[in-house]
């Protein structure tokens, strides 16, 4: 069956470093994969889409990268700041959805930034 | 501009009612749709709703039921309710064309269900 994992720990890392979340995904092949944000209580936050043809996407702090082949992504964000302490979110859209564009969501990985 | 607006913001229900959740979308979004959210868990699909039909349908019984109006907003409804219904519900709406088009998620009502 297909399956997303994102670690269930939270991660922890100091302000100014960079936090890096990993998602990886079996039995699926993905047209793209999406990348939200998602505070306590509230919905999520769109962040960066990547398509199966690209390998990294930027957008001011955050960079995501896109290994087919690893069947894996990664999510960096670069000089973290306590604001970004949140749940992060990876979510897979496959190609045999056409254009409804299902969204299958990991279970997200909270990150702690801390002082 | 309004975003995606959901009511109630929170319910309590008892076993075996039933419940009706309401959603419209951001301004000029023609497609709506649905997630549940256990606690700790991701988002789960539902359903989608465009031009008023049931487009596509997540793993979820027959007691999840839902609706798209004319202007584009949409309920949910849960029928029989169960104790593992409860959850945050999710309402997300995005113009149908492109399919990559971003989704833009509500803030979700909060279902428990004693």
């Known amino acids: 069956s297909q399956k997303i994992e994102q670690n269930s720990e939270a991660l922890n890392i100091q302000e100014g470093k960079t936090a890096t979340l990993t998602c990886n995904y079996t039995?699926?092949?993905?047209?793209?994969l999406q990348w939200y944000r998602q505070d306590p209580g509230r919905g999520p936050v769109f962040l960066l889409l990547?398509?199966?043809?690209?390998k990294e996407k930027r957008k001011e702090r955050l960079k995501v990268t896109f290994d087919t082949t690893l069947k894996q992504s990664l999510f960096h964000i670069t000089a973290s700041q306590p604001a970004d302490s949140a749940t992060y979110l990876c979510?897979?859209?496959?190609?045999?959805?056409?254009?409804?564009?299902?969204?299958?969501f990991g279970t997200g990985t909270r990150l702690q930034v801390t002082l | 501009d309004a975003g995606v607006t959901q009511s109630p913001t929170h319910l309590i229900k008892t076993r075996g009612q039933q419940v009706t959740l309401r959603c419209s979308p951001k301004?000029?979004?023609?497609?709506v749709s649905w997630y549940q959210q256990a606690l700790g868990q991701g988002p789960q699909f539902i359903f989608q709703?465009?031009?008023?039909?049931?487009?596509q349908r997540g793993n979820f019984p027959d007691r999840f039921s839902g609706h798209q109006f004319p202007n584009y907003s949409s309920e949910l409804n849960v029928n029989a309710l169960l104790l593992g219904d409860s959850a945050l519900y999710l309402c997300?709406?995005?113009?149908?064309?492109?399919?990559?088009?971003?989704?833009?998620f509500g803030p979700g009502t909060r279902l428990t269900v004693l």
């Open positions: 709703y465009y031009e008023e039909e049931e487009r």
């Open positions: 039995n699926y092949s993905p047209a793209y």
């Open positions: 997300a709406s995005r113009y149908f064309v492109p399919s990559t088009d971003t989704q833009y």
């Open positions: 990547i398509r199966e043809n690209e």
């Open positions: 301004s000029g979004h023609d497609t």
């Open positions: 979510a897979l859209t496959g190609w045999e959805t056409g254009t409804a564009s299902k969204l299958t």
